[in-house]
């Protein structure tokens, strides 16, 4: 018989369980917690990963030995840190942004990270820049963090041009509790995690982390 159990915690408890895997795994230096200071002083909307959802991506690009990630959406550069940080010497993460001044605000955190010299920041429209690098060797990890209803078109992307044994991975897979919501996005996200979940060259899962990361490994 299924085991319909649910684990759950009280506000406070949750709470100081995050502080502690954040204390412990994820602990913000200096530089990230500018960048996460910078992009609200710059009036730049606070949607950036938490501290463990970088440190699990990290890990992730690491397990796999990543050496060319592609991330979908760049915004401050906060992510991208985290990503470029667990590069290997040689390796290279391209990073989307459709908005120049998002871009150029990143530019000056990878520059601060001291991480300029394993990034690049790609402008424009996130389906003519895909188009352009579908040309390039493929990716041995993708992180998409986006407009949440094209999922779906960045994961046929991502099918396409991650290598086998490569990583395709996607923030906000609970949408801070609203998942089953009866909106675009949470319908979006839904179908997406669903085509995750059914592909047959996937293997697939939700780490419960932060705002939940979809991960699936490439057959």
Known sequence: MLDDRILTFAPDVQ??????????????????????????????????????????????????????????????????????????????????????????????????????????????????????LGQAEPFDMVFIDANKEANSDYLAWSLAHVRPGGLITAHNAFREGHLHDDNPTANATRAFLEALATHAGLFSTVIPVGDGLAAALVK
Do not use: C, K
């Not at 230096?29 to 440190?55: K, S």
């Not at 989307?96 to 394993?118: C, K, M, N, Y």
């Open 15 to 132: 709470r100081r369980l995050t502080q502690s895997i954040r204390q412990w795994f994820a602990p913000e230096d200096r530089i990230l917690q500018t960048v996460r200071t910078n992009t609200v002083a710059h009036g730049l909307p606070e949607i950036q990963i938490r501290p463990e959802e970088g440190q699990m991506l990290q890990f992730l690009a690491a397990i796999i030995g990543a050496r060319r990630i592609l991330e979908i959406g760049t915004l401050a550069g906060y992510s991208g840190i985290w990503l470029a940080r667990g590069l290997p010497p040689g390796g290279r993460l391209v990073t989307l942004e459709l908005d120049p001044r998002h871009a150029q605000i990143a530019r000056q955190h990878f520059a601060l990270a001291g991480v300029s010299d394993r990034v690049e920041i790609v402008e424009g429209d996130a389906a003519a820049s895909l188009e352009r």
